[in-house]
Structures are given as C-alpha cells and as structure tokens.
C-alpha cells in the first residue's frame, strides 16, 4: 500500500530514516534497539505459574480431600470445575467418581466422601501437572512424581477396601465404554477409503492453522498447536512437518493410525461441521472423545433450541459417530438458518485453560440500557449526531455522513474523531482501564485493489497500514509504577498488536488464491467474546495486566465486498470486577455504531471522497496520553 507520507511528497529516505526510530511513545526520536537493556523485564512466573502454585497451596491446605480437589478443579476459582473435570484420564475420572462423588455425567453420583478411621488398603496420590491439569495415581500405577511434570508434590490419598472395589467396577465400564468408541470411530473413518479420508484430513488440517491456539488431551496424550510440545499445524509447526499429526496421517491406511488419532480426527470433523473452526476451542483443556464430545453438542443443541421458532434440533440418540455427526449438521443449519439472524451469540473465554464457551444471550436489560444512554449522551455532545440510542445515532450519521470525509476538531477527519470519541467515551462509561477500536487506514487504497482484484497485493500490506486507536483511563496508571510514559508505552504497545490482528484477519475474507492460501491468517471473528483471567498465557496480557475483557468485532462492507471482523472495539480491565454479559451486550452496540460509520464512509469513497486515518500512531497516543494525564490533574472548577 503506497503510505499518505510518498502521496504527500515525503521522501523514501526520509520515511525509511523514521521508521529505523524507535516508536514506543517514551522513545521517540531514538534509534530503535540503541538502548542496552529493556526497561522493564517480566517475572518469568507470571501468569499461569503463578496460578498454578497458588491453587496447589489451595489444595495442600485444604481440610478434606473434596475440598482439595475442588481448589484444583476451579485453579483457586479462576475457571469453571466442569472444564477440569472433562480433561480427567479414564482412570482419574473413575477415581474422583469414587473417592469424591465428583463427576461431570449426567447420572446419580455415588455418596458422599467416605471418612474411614481403618487402615488404607492403597495409598494413591493427588497431583496438579504444569499444564493445569489434574492427575491420580491409582492402584495400576506408580508414583506421580515419576510420572508427570508436576507443580510441586502430591497430596496422599487413602483408599480403603471399598474404595478398591468400586474403583475396580467404574474403571472397568469406563474402559469398555472407550474402546467400544475407539471401535467405532475406526470403522466410521474406515468406510470413508483414502481419498475421503485425506480430504477430511485436509479439512481439519486448515481448521487448525486457522483458528487460536488449543490444547487437547486424548488420555494421557497431548495434542496441541500452542508453544511448547506441539504436534499440531500452527504457529510452529507446518503442513508436511515431520511431527505434524495431520500430514503424517495423509494416504495412510487406517490399520496404521493410532487410536488416539482416530478418535482426534473424527471429534475434530464433529466439532468444525457444527460451526466451523471456532468450535475446536470449546473443547480446549479437555479430553476429546465421543462422550466429551456429545456432553457439547447436547449443551449446544438446548440452547439453540431455546431460540423460539423454527424447526427444533431433536437430541442424538446414541453417541455413535453416525448419529452425532447428524446432530452437528443440524445444529451448524440452526445455527446459520435460524439462531444467528434471531438472537445473540457470544462466547466466555477462561483465559487459564484458554478454554471457550457459546452462550446465548438474554434480554438487552436495564444496565446495558444505561449504558448505552450514557454513552450515546457524551457522542451527542462530542459529535454532529443526535438521538438517545445507537440505532437514532446511526440514522443521524446515515441520513448525513459527509462530515466523516472532513476534518473534525483536533481530527483531519470526521471518521477519526467517531473513533476517538466513541472509545473515549467507551472508556468512561464501562469504566474500563482501556478501550480500543482498530480498522484500515486507507479505504481507498483497499477499493482499488479491490477493484483491480489484486489479492497478493493486500495480503503484503504491512501492519502499519492499519491503526488502532487505545485510549487508557488516566488512573490506570497506578498499575504501571504510577508513570504516564509507561501508560503511554502500554497503550501503543496495545495499538501495535491490534494493527497487527486487523493484517491477520484481513485475508481471511479474500478469495483463496495461492498467496492468500499461503499467508498466515485467522479466520476472521464474527461474534463478540468476555474474557476471564486472560493474564495467564499471553506474554503481551500478562505485560499489560489485561486480566478481564469484552472483544466486540463487527463486519464492514467494501464495494459489495463483506469483511468479517475489519474492525472490533475492546475494553479491559487490569483487577476489579469481571466484564458481565450486560457490558458486552451495550458494548457490542457500541461496536456496531463505529462499523457503521466505516461503512458509511467506504460508500463516500466510493462516490470520489479521499477519506484516509492519520491519527492514532505513537507520537498521537504520547501526546492523548499526556494531555488526558494533565487534565485529570486539573481541579475541578466550582460555578
């Protein structure tokens, strides 16, 4: 993309000497890498370590054995025990199942924990592994310790007699209920032959290069596409890697598959015929079997259903492969045909276990009313626009856009100052730490390439040709040593990945030519998230303390073109009260206001305006920062 600096006249040289600077705020006019050592370094055990040892120090101090699982189970109440419970071994599961009465079916439990004074007829153990995930020894096996990466030591546990006995009987139906699914996932692929079979391959071969990180456990085995370990596409690991599981497994006849393979490949193809490859991360952190499986599917189907009209999805009759491949097919035709147009999706996100879940959501009650009164009040007074709610200001804006190809107040066009005001205001309103909203730079850069179908070209557009708009609360600062040079830092720093994820998404929504297949992407998001305890993995949210979030990502046409996810806003808050569902319903009209005014300015385009997005690089977010940091200081003056 030709940058606004070379159409201006600015010399190569000159844009090449600027960009060798360093662009962190408190930077600026220094060479970039000049300094010798980084201003801040991270705690290599924070995140996820840290809360690790905390919920092991949970467990060890707990009085009972219940007690010490539930801590394990919630990691100190930082995810749902359901999650924990679904990532449990056959043998793990049927040793909670007896020692606690604890398990995640749907059937009686047996009585509560037992106390026994008699002597322990076995004396197994209780451990927490480094991935979170919790493990038993029982009578088959030896030491933990021996055996598995774990966060610190184990917890002794007791057996008695009985216990051995019911432990015996619960294993056993457990490990014939598998093998019987193993059994049946082998014939299912069987019938397929090679040729289908390497096309179903193919499939979830793409859904997992293209969707977020997961990690997958198939008993004792991991399969994952996140850092360390990996054996899946992604991130590190590429088609025809020798360690790859999916490439390893193209043209090979199915007696040489491994069940654990089996079973991984038709969940997998459940899992992204039900609603693409955005589901693979409903199962993250849990075991992936047919059971695991239809407990989702079944979750999934009651709440599509609790959408009033159309044809309801009838539940699975079996857990054969045959019938809840039916049930996905139905529930991805609902889900399209019916729940999508008629209500609102979202997924909540256990940023510990990066484990997602689809909710349906409720009414629009009176906090997102309220919200949305607020917010709309302060736009009012920012912006030529009028109305009490989104949709009245919306109609405002369409019934006259011309001043967004203008220049607004301190903005060279009316499209950056809706921007700024409606995430400054976002900011206050959901008394978040930071709100954000990315989007394109140049939208007539976008149409002509467009118009000229030159695909290659934009997927070599650079990060810098999008933007990202952050603006922090002034008081945020307390959590970056009280300094506004860090505030600022952290806020480009925010803009900076945000650029990046609009480069991500963009090819996503191009025709798959060969440089679009060949580039990394996503595919683009198209429902709105709230994020819990998402300080744990992320090496960016842990340096910026975003620990609870609200991701809102909108669609904007361009020239008869959809683009799924071409802008989102995002709040966050660093400690304090989670973001709830009636924050993300006003936030995500808040959202649809922003994609409306991109859209409506893609239409000036299209009819000869030259709307382009100078504003929100680092010098600008300094400078916000800063006079946003004065301000605050100011005394209130008395009328």
């Known amino acids: 993309m030709t940058s606004s600096a070379e159409r201006n006249g600015t010399s190569r040289r000159a844009i090449n000497a600027k960009k060798r600077q360093s662009r962190r705020p408190s930077r600026l006019g220094l060479l970039a890498g000049a300094t010798p050592k980084p201003d801040r370094l991270k705690d290599e055990d924070a995140g996820f370590p840290t809360l690790l040892k905390r919920a092991w120090e949970k467990a060890v101090e707990a009085p009972d054995l219940r007690a010490a699982v539930n801590a394990l189970l919630t990691l100190d109440g930082h995810v749902p025990a359901d999650v924990q419970l679904r990532a449990l071994r056959t043998a793990d599961e049927a040793a909670l199942k007896v020692l606690c009465g604890i398990s995640w079916r749907e059937e009686n439990l047996p009585a509560p924990l037992r106390d026994t004074l008699e002597r322990p007829a076995f004396l197994g153990e ?61 014939q299912w692929l069987a019938a397929l032959g090679t040729p289908a079979r390497d096309e179903l391959l193919e499939t979830v071969r793409e859904s997992a290069l293209r969707t977020a990180p997961f990690v997958l456990h198939q008993e004792g085995k ?195 100052a809706l921007v700024y005001e409606t995430v400054a205001g976002a900011t206050d309103v959901f008394e978040a730490d930071f709100a954000m909203s990315r989007g394109m730079r140049s939208i007539p850069e976008l149409m002509r390439a467009l118009r000229e179908q030159s695909w290659a070209e934009i997927t070599k557009w650079d990060i810098t040709d999008f933007f990202c708009c952050v603006v922090p609360a002034p008081a945020a600062k307390r959590y970056f040593e009280d300094s506004v040079p860090q505030l600022a830092d952290t806020a480009w720093a925010m803009s900076s990945r945000m650029q990046y994820n609009s480069w991500h998404f963009i090819a996503g929504n191009l025709p798959k030519v060969p440089a679009v297949v060949e580039r990394d992407h996503f595919i683009p998001p198209t429902i709105p998230d709230v994020a819990f305890y998402s300080d744990q993995h992320h090496h960016g949210h842990v340096a910026a303390k975003v620990r609870f979030s609200i991701r809102s990502p909108q669609a904007v046409e361009v020239l008869g073109r959809k683009f799924n996810g071409f802008m989102d806003l995002r709040l966050l808050r660093c400690e304090g009260r989670p973001f709830d569902e009636s924050d993300l319903l006003a936030a995500h009209r808040t959202s649809g206001f922003i994609a409306g005014a991109m859209s409506a300015a893609a239409a000036l385009v299209a009819e000869g305006e030259d709307i382009e997005v100078t504003a929100f690089d680092s010098e600008w977010h300094l400078k916000s920062v800063q006079a946003a940091a004065a301000s605050a200081r100011q005394p209130h003056q008395v009328s």
Request: glycine residues 8%; hydrophobic residues 40%; negative net charge.
């Open 126 to 186: 209780l451990g927490l592994t480094t991935t979170g995930r919790i493990v038993v020894r029982v009578p088959s096996q030896g030491s933990l310790a021996d055996e598995e990466n774990l966060v610190d030591g184990v917890i002794d546990v007791p057996w008695s007699a009985q216990d051995l006995l019911d432990y015996e009987s619960e294993v056993n139906r457990a490990a014939a209920r598998y093998a019987d699914q193993v059994v049946d996932c082998r």
């Open 222 to 416: 991991l399969y994952t596409n996140f850092r360390e370990g990996n054996n899946l596409i992604g991130k590190t690991l590429w088609a025809g890697h020798p360690s790859e599981t999916f490439s390893s497994l193209l043209g090979v006849e199915m007696e040489r598959w491994s069940d654990h393979d089996a079973m991984l490949v038709v969940c997998l193809t459940l899992l992204v015929r039900s609603a693409g490859a955005g589901r693979i991360e409903e199962a993250n952190g849990t075991q992936l079997t047919l059971d695991h499986l239809a407990y989702m599917l079944e979750r999934t189907r009651r709440n599509y259903n609790a959408v009033p009209g159309g044809e309801p999805v009838p539940a699975a009759p079996t857990h054969r492969v045959e019938a809840l491949n039916a049930l996905a097919m139905a529930l991805r035709e609902r889900r399209v045909g019916h729940v999508l147009p008629n209500a609102q999706l979202y997924r909540e996100i256990h940023g510990a276990l990066m484990h997602k879940i689809e909710r349906l959501a409720g009414p629009y009650g009176e906090v997102s009313r309220q919200r949305e009164a607020d917010l709309t009040e302060r736009l009012r007074d920012g912006l030529p626009v009028t109305g009490a709610t989104f949709e009245e200001l919306s109609a405002s804006l369409a019934a006259a856009p011309g001043w967004l190809a203008r220049p607004y107040g301190e903005f060279g066009t009316g499209l950056e």
